[in-house]
C-alpha cells in the first residue's frame, strides 16, 4: 500500500507525510490561514517588526477588530506569532514573528514584490480580459 492510499484511510495519522493536496491533510488549514487575505498582510506587516493590536489594525487597512483577532488567533494557534502579555498598567500586548513566521512572511513579501512590481501589467491583462 502506497503513502498515499494509506493517507485516504487515514487522513489523520500524524506519522504520515504533509500533503496540502489531500482533503484532510492537517497542513490545508494553515495554509488557508497563511494565505488569506488578511493572514498574509499581518504576517507581512509582522515581519517588519512588534506591533500592537492597533496599531496592526491601522497598518493592514481595511481590517475590522474582529476579524484582526480572529487572524492573530488562527496564526498564534499555527505557531506563526508570539502573543506576549507586558505586565503594565493597563495591560499591553504584542505581537511579533516566531521563527517559522518569519519564513512564511519572507515568502508572503517576495509574492507581495512581485506582484506590486507587476502591476502595470496586471492591470494590463485585467483590462484585456474585460473588454473581450
Do not use: K
Amino acid at each position: 500500500m502506497t503513502t498515499r492510499q494509506l493517507r485516504s484511510a487515514d487522513d489523520a495519522d500524524p506519522t504520515l507525510e504533509a500533503d496540502v493536496f489531500a482533503r484532510n491533510c492537517r497542513s490545508r488549514p494553515v495554509l488557508q490561514n497563511v494565505a488569506s487575505r488578511w493572514g498574509a498582510l499581518a504576517l507581512v506587516a509582522l515581519r517588519e517588526g512588534p506591533y500592537r493590536f492597533s496599531a496592526l489594525r491601522r497598518r493592514v487597512d481595511g481590517i475590522s477588530e474582529r476579524m484582526l483577532s480572529q487572524t492573530l488567533q488562527a496564526l498564534e494557534r499555527d505557531g506563526m506569532i508570539h502573543r506576549e502579555v507586558q505586565q503594565t498598567i493597563p495591560p499591553r500586548v504584542e505581537y511579533t514573528l516566531t521563527d517559522l513566521g518569519a519564513q512564511v512572511a519572507d515568502q508572503l513579501y517576495g509574492l507581495i514584490a512581485i506582484l506590486e512590481d507587476n502591476i502595470d501589467t496586471i492591470l494590463s491583462a485585467q483590462d484585456t480580459y474585460h473588454r473581450e
